[in-house]
Structures are given as C-alpha cells and as structure tokens.
C-alpha cells in the first residue's frame, strides 16, 4: 500500500508547512509591532532592523504559501491516485470468482458451460464472510490475550 503511505506523508508534510506558517506569521506580526514600538520612541536604527526582519518573514511567508498550495495539490493528486487503485481492486475482487469459473470451464474444453453467475457471485461472497469471520475470531483471540498481559 505504497499510495496509502504517500499520501499520509503529504499529509503530515502539509501539517508541517501549516505549523512553520503559523510560526513565521507569528514572528513577522513581532517584527512589524517592534518597529512600530521603535517609531513611537524615534528609534530609527531600531526601526529599520524591525523593517528588514519583516521583509525577511514576508518573504519566508510568501515562500510557504506558495509550498502549502503545492503540497495540497499533491494531496490531492495522490488521494485520487489511491482511489483508482482502491476502485480498482474492488471491481478485480468482485469479478475475480466469475472469471476464474469460466476459464476453468474452457480450460476443460467446455467454452458453452452456462454458468450461473449469481451462484458463483454467492460463493465468493461466503468465502469472503468466512475469511472475514476468521479475521473477527483472531481479532478476538488478539485482544483477550491483550487484556490478560
């Protein structure tokens, strides 16, 4: 499930660049009140360090946006990528029983057989309730022996 991994770590990548944002729109709101703090005292030197830090945090700010727009597009695409895929493997599943059915019957030379496709659809959906049921019963098992340790 490698697109299941990629976009969990677009995800953690985008809360990343959110919480870098916050901070440097935190540190350019400081620089831009110690200038007006140094103007209200004419502090000139002071205020012109004030105005190249800010300059310097709306750049970083504008670099950051620009990222977060990149990284959500990204998320997106890889969110729609692993839902093809997803889709994808739902309709291989579903039509997997029929299909292996009808070439074991031309693999035994009968190409005519008239297959009962929903007594095949209905077997495949008690193989998956038993797989499912052994899951549930492990799952059991797992967390009884959890509770005990």
Same mark, same amino acid.
């Given at each position: +499930? =490698?697109?299941?991994?990629?976009?969990?770590?677009?995800?953690?990548?985008?809360?990343?660049?959110?919480? &870098?944002?916050?901070?440097?729109?935190?540190?350019?709101?400081?620089?831009?009140?110690?200038?007006?703090?140094?103007?209200?005292?004419?502090?000139?030197?002071?205020?012109?360090?004030?105005?190249?830090?800010?300059?310097?945090?709306?750049?970083?700010?504008?670099?950051? &946006?620009?990222?977060?727009?990149?990284?959500?597009?990204? %998320?997106?695409?890889?969110?729609?990528?692993?839902? =093809? +895929?997803?889709?994808?493997?739902?309709?291989?599943?579903?039509?997997?029983?029929? %299909? &292996?059915?009808?070439?074991?019957?031309? &693999?035994?030379? =009968?190409?005519?057989?008239?297959?009962?496709?929903? =007594?095949?659809?209905?077997?495949?959906?008690?193989?998956?309730?038993?797989?499912?049921?052994?899951?549930?019963?492990?799952?059991?098992?797992?967390?009884?022996? %959890?509770?005990?340790?």
């Amino acid at each position: +499930m =490698d697109a299941k991994v990629a976009v969990a770590e677009v995800q953690e990548a985008v809360g990343r660049t959110e919480r &870098e944002l916050t901070l440097e729109r935190q540190r350019l709101a400081d620089a831009e009140r110690r200038g007006r703090l140094a103007g209200e005292i004419q502090d000139a030197e002071t205020v012109a360090v004030a105005d190249r830090f800010a300059a310097k945090h709306r750049e970083r700010l504008g670099v950051l &946006e620009r990222k977060l727009v990149n990284q959500k597009e990204e %998320m997106a695409l890889a969110q729609r990528e692993l839902d =093809d +895929m997803q889709t994808q493997l739902k309709t291989a599943e579903r039509d997997r029983p029929p %299909m &292996e059915a009808r070439q074991s019957a031309r &693999e035994a030379g =009968d190409a005519e057989v008239g297959l009962d496709l929903q =007594d095949e659809l209905l077997k495949a959906d008690i193989d998956r309730a038993a797989r499912e049921a052994t899951a549930q019963q492990q799952l059991e098992a797992l967390k009884k022996k %959890m509770r005990k340790d």
